[in-house]
């Protein structure tokens, strides 16, 4: 065989072949400008429409996204001649073997859909979960975005939410403020009491219903522990805890004004946190 037809073969099979070759790159670029394109409308527009869980647009996104892009390949392939049967019959053959090594991956597709099906969380709600924490951004196909307090990126498998226990504190619609305040125990506590309930009757976001309570929470050598609670709507937690601690500490150093004592103050550890000890952070920032 001479040199020229080593290189009249190549030549004439992309003679042969160029309209299909072609015609399978223009396929594989259209699907991939298509994917984006879906991948963008699903995500912007979907939470948009009414009646639609914003929840299920990210999920639905990406899986418009990969979806179109495996047509658009098994298209491709079809058009260089390969039967579609055959390609479907590898796809399934690969897909069973990447099932296989791939376990923990498709364990964070069911648990994103379980996420998205049961709402546990929502996007925009504060989260803490197995050692992350924060705003949630996007639930995923195969992990959950989250937004730090402090504007940090955080990225976990949609299987370390769901394996563990969920605390979501902007799911419900009121919240219990716990404000304990130190003071000697020489204090007038009926006055105290008074004192500390006149502060939590007097603004506006405290609820009526149930109403604030003041008591005695605990003794501390000759200190006494007096615990102010009351209900306030979840979005205005944070300010509201803010301000009654600041006026609850303020009104009980007058009270003891001319003494040398003074009220020490802090804010009740909160059960449903992270952490024992570890305060609810700000709620929608």
């Known amino acids: 065989m001479q040199i020229a037809d080593l290189f009249s073969i190549p030549v004439d099979w992309l003679a042969g072949t160029a309209v299909a070759l072609l ?19 699903i995500k912007n527009l979907l939470p948009q429409a009414p009646g639609v869980d914003k929840n299920f647009a990210p999920l639905l996104a990406q899986a418009a996204r990969y979806g179109t892009i495996i047509f658009g390949l098994v298209t491709a392939l079809s058009f260089l001649g390969v039967s579609s049967a055959s390609i479907y019959a590898v796809l399934g053959a690969a897909g069973l073997a990447v099932a296989l090594a791939l376990q923990g991956t498709l364990s964070n597709i069911a648990a994103g859909i379980m996420l998205i099906w049961l709402r546990p969380i929502s996007i925009g709600e504060y989260i803490t ?15 959950t975005r989250l937004r730090s307090t402090s504007g940090l990126y955080i990225f976990t498998p949609n299987t370390k939410l769901w ?4 605390t979501n504190h902007s799911r419900e619609p009121r919240r219990r403020i716990d404000v304990n305040v130190n003071v000697p125990d020489s ?3 009926d006055k105290a009491r008074k004192t500390m309930l006149k502060i ?13 309570t003041v008591h005695v929470d605990t003794f501390v050598g000759d200190r006494i522990i007096l615990q102010m609670r009351a209900w306030v709507p979840t979005p205005d937690y944070l300010d509201a805890l803010r301000d009654l601690t ?29 952490k024992p000890g570890e305060k609810t952070p700000e709620l929608g920032h």
């Open 129 to 143: 979960g197995d050692g992350v924490a924060g705003v949630v951004v996007e639930i995923g196909l195969f992990g």
């Open 200 to 212: 939590a009757t007097s603004d506006e976001r405290v609820q009526i219903n149930p109403p604030p």
């Open 187 to 189: 204090i007038d506590l």
């Open 163 to 166: 394996n563990s226990a969920i």
């Open 23 to 41: 015609s399978a790159i223009a396929v594989l670029i259209f699907a991939f400008y298509l994917s984006k394109f879906l991948y963008r409308t």
């Open 246 to 274: 600041e006026k609850a500490k303020l009104a009980i150093n007058r009270m003891l004004a001319g003494s040398s004592e003074h009220a020490e103050i802090s804010v009740a550890d909160d059960p449903h946190t992270l």
